[in-house]
């Protein structure tokens, strides 16, 4: 467990306080940092299943708020049946803030999707993560896309209970994309019940 404290005359001092308590009161089992994460979806371990997105379409997984500022170097997903033909040059992993801006984008990932196992990919650049939302993009190209590990849902709304569209945590949506846009419109998301597995480390 990692807890990082206010420094003598620091500002907002509620920010790492709060931090602080919540780490402290988390329930003290198996988290991120065990397996060299910072963030994950949801414990991994929960996965039951996989799912593969439409080719070309994001499917777009929200981590757990950054209650701290967070540097993030790569990104992680698990594979569970690998793609049949990926396109070169067409399958990535990226981070988009709450506005929709893509602000850290991994290279051409069609190598490890090749592949089934656990994929933890470098970004191009380190990305220092203020503190609030973050989704981590799949994009996958592919005749069959790669089936991704999950952990399924009986509904969309319940997958994302509570949540509109901008703000869902599962989603798929915008389709007939080749690369990670710089933007993407969150409100044009569609929901998905299919919860599938990110991490950040």
Known sequence: ????LPT??????HT???AALGELQRDPGIGPEDYGLVSWSYP????SGSAAPASGTIRMVRLPTFAVTTTITSLAVHIATAPVTPTAGQNFL???DATGARVALTADATVPFTTTGDK???LTAPYVAAPGNYWVAVLANAA?????????SHSDTAANFNTAAASAQFTNGPAAQTSLP????MASRTKSLNCTWVGAA
């Open 1 to 4: 467990m990692g807890i990082t």
């Open 44 to 47: 991994v371990m929960q996965c």
């Open 182 to 185: 710089a933007s993407i419109t």
């Open 144 to 152: 069959t896309a790669p089936a991704f590990s999950l952990c399924a």
């Open 94 to 96: 990226g981070l988009y």
């Open 8 to 13: 003598f005359a620091q500002l907002n001092w």
């Open 16 to 18: 790492p306080l709060n």
């Open 120 to 122: 933890v990919i470098a």
